[in-house]
């Protein structure tokens, strides 16, 4: 391992996710990336090597990392399994999801998009507590969840939000949240992003909005949007909506950053129908590592690979099926390899 050479963990994932995992290694091998890859099992693998969707083994390769790179996870049906996602943000308090958007392929009902979302990754309905009331013979008669909103979760995804405006040269943040209704839930996310906004006045602009207009003006003028901050719920709706617009899940990588670990993956799932075909689309996964180059202080390097993934896409033209082309998954990762060069 050379002074340059960065370890970081590697999960190929379930369904389509070892094939988009080989087709974004070679890319990244093409391009010198500096990751020195520890390849740890999770999801069905996980099951099939250790019995657990997250193995210990991967957990620990993860908190020795501070680094990961994952294809999608599939988390069983029964047997009480937790999502493998939401287990991953807890165990290494990955509390902002980063979510951008921009268009690849011009000439959509939507173009020249760039918007990004961020999500806080711990609190609100995801954690929340729920119970059943039974009425008569019915045990499950009334269901109750309550959710949780903490000020200091608040306040860091908010400055998380407002940093990231300042350090890529956004010029608006815009809060999303409920608190017409949600008062107390919503209402403290409010309450904080309004005292965070004014420590950034007159570096970054701020608007408000409520999540349900929000989401309206999403499909209606997305150019008015820049950095979106929100809860975790919202922020989960809303993020898929914006992939939408620039041409679905395939399109949308996310970063899940913590203190002490940072988790890079694709948004959208293992995509078991059409596993072993070799038509899948791994753009959403490289696009992932394209953050994961930035985030390790390789800005000229995830500069490179996002001019080589425009100029396949659009000088060479050569797309997947969901994009409206014809080429599989090797054949988009050589065109990929053959501009990174």
């Not at 999502?83 to 000439?107: C, D």
């Not at 609100?124 to 903490?150: K, L, N, R």
């Amino acid at each position: 391992m050379s002074a340059s050479t960065i370890p970081a963990t590697l999960i190929p994932g379930d369904g389509i996710g070892p094939e988009i995992v080989d087709s974004v290694v070679a890319v990244l091998d093409a391009l010198g990336a500096p990751f020195l890859w520890d390849r740890q099992d999770a999801g069905m693998a996980g099951i099939a090597v250790a019995g657990d969707p997250l193995p210990q083994a991967t957990l620990d390769s993860i908190a020795k990392t501070g680094l990961a790179l994952k294809g999608p996870l599939t988390t069983p049906s029964g047997g009480g399994y937790r999502s493998v996602n939401v287990r991953l943000r807890e165990a290494f308090k990955l509390y902002a999801n980063v979510r951008p958007a921009r268009t690849l392929v011009p000439g959509g009902r939507f173009d020249k998009i760039d918007v990004v979302l961020i999500r806080e990754n711990l609190e609100g309905y995801y954690v929340a507590h729920e119970h059943f009331i039974p009425v008569g013979s019915d045990p499950h008669a009334v269901a109750v969840s309550q959710g949780v909103t903490t000020r200091e979760g608040c306040r860091r995804i908010v400055e998380y939000a407002f940093d990231y405006a300042v350090k890529h040269g956004r010029k608006k943040v815009t809060l999303v949240h409920k608190a017409n209704i949600l008062k107390a839930i919503t209402g403290l996310f409010l309450e904080e992003g309004r005292a965070v906004a004014k420590e950034y006045e007159g570096r970054v602009a701020v608007d408000e909005r409520i999540v349900d207009a929000c989401a309206m003006q999403l499909v209606m003028n997305p150019w008015q949007f820049d950095v979106i901050v929100t809860t975790n719920l919202f922020g989960d709706i809303l993020s898929d909506e914006i992939a939408g617009l620039v041409g679905g899940l395939g399109m949308a990588p996310g970063a899940n950053i913590g203190e002490t670990a940072a988790i890079f993956e694709a948004v959208h799932g293992s995509a078991p129908d059409i596993a072993g075909k070799g038509i899948a689309n791994p753009l959403a996964l490289l696009l992932a590592a394209g953050l994961m180059l930035a985030h390790v202080g390789r800005d000229d390097l995830a500069a490179r690979l996002t001019t080589a993934i425009d100029a396949t896409l659009n000088l060479d033209l050569v797309r997947t099926g969901d994009l409206g082309g014809k080429a599989n998954t090797k054949e988009l990762t050589a065109a990929l390899i053959a501009r990174v060069k």
